[in-house]
């Protein structure tokens, strides 16, 4: 949902940009990941990376590419001691994301 799809009051601030993003919803099989707008939070999310599993090789490589553009690569997307496909980047909102393909690397302990 994008600001620009709320009705107009007088609590709306005048610099209200319509383009931004208030809700987003992504769902993961029968779950969702929502998240919410915070008027008080200035600049982009730090300290936690969202990380997103892919079926294959193939199709993380494709969200991951989706993901950089327009943003800056932390790690080229490639093969990985636990993973066929690994990469990390944020987004052009400034998002970290880590997307990997499935591994049979096990965590030791």
């Not at 994008?2 to 993961?28: F, Q």
Request: hydrophobic share 45%; proline share 9%.
């Amino acid at each position: 949902m994008g600001a620009g799809d709320m009705p107009a009051d007088e609590d709306t601030p005048p610099d209200w940009d319509p383009d931004m993003v208030l809700h987003a919803a992504l769902m993961v099989g029968d779950a969702m990941i929502m998240a919410s707008d915070d008027p008080n939070m200035s600049g982009p999310p730090s300290g936690a990376y969202i990380h997103h599993e892919a079926a294959d090789v193939d199709a993380a490589k494709r969200a991951f590419e989706a993901l950089a553009e327009g943003g800056q690569v932390e790690m080229d997307f490639g093969e990985t001691f636990w993973s066929p496909g690994f990469g990390a980047c944020a987004d052009r909102w400034g998002t970290l994301w880590m997307v990997s393909a499935p591994s049979e690397f096990e965590m030791p302990g």
